[in-house]
């Protein structure tokens, strides 16, 4: 019985809880979330408005479309539905320190801090699951031709 529990308590299940897509909080935006192992990221899947990483620090990320844009960045398992890592903030083009926590099957609390002390947060709501964890990655294109 002891094993069964074990089992049950460690097994990385708990991170598919949060997978799926997600409206943000003015529903502007949808946020695909995959999950790996007890790792999740989160890219946007759905903009009402389309946009560019016009506000990007690297100054050749500035032309690029801001669908598909990873936003929750290397978020790792902190305990049971809660994970901690970076945000992306595409309005700013400024990362920030984030945890994530699911309040219960539809709602996430995604929070972003500035120093550890000035954060902001907002709740998200599940709009679709997804079955499929660890995404590809995007086919790489075909070397130019010499």
């Known amino acids: 019985m002891s094993a069964i529990l074990f089992a049950i308590t460690t097994a990385p299940a708990q991170s598919a809880s949060a997978t799926?897509?997600?409206?943000?909080?003015?529903?502007?935006a949808r946020i695909a979330i995959h999950?790996?192992?007890h790792r999740?990221?989160?890219?946007?899947?759905?903009?009402?408005?389309?946009?560019?990483?016009?506000?990007?620090?690297?100054?050749?990320?500035?032309?690029?479309?801001t669908l598909g844009l990873p936003i929750l960045i290397g978020m790792q398992s902190t305990g049971?539905?809660?994970w901690a890592g970076r945000i992306y903030n595409a309005d700013n083009g400024k990362t920030y320190a984030a945890k994530v926590?699911?309040?219960s099957p539809t709602s996430l609390f995604v929070e972003g801090c500035v120093m550890g002390i000035l954060c902001g947060g907002e709740t998200w709501t599940k709009v679709r699951e997804h079955a499929e964890d660890c995404p590809?990655?995007?086919?790489?294109?075909?070397?130019?031709?010499q």
Do not use: F, M, Y
Request: hydrophobic share 30%; charged share 30%.
């Open 20 to 28: 799926g897509e997600w409206l943000v909080a003015d529903k502007s």
């Open 35 to 37: 999950a790996c192992g």
């Open 40 to 65: 999740l990221r989160g890219t946007i899947a759905w903009e009402r408005v389309h946009g560019l990483d016009d506000q990007n620090p690297d100054l050749s990320k500035r032309h690029r479309t």
């Open 80 to 82: 049971l539905d809660t």
């Open 101 to 103: 926590k699911l309040l």
């Open 136 to 145: 590809a990655s995007p086919p790489t294109p075909p070397a130019p031709k």
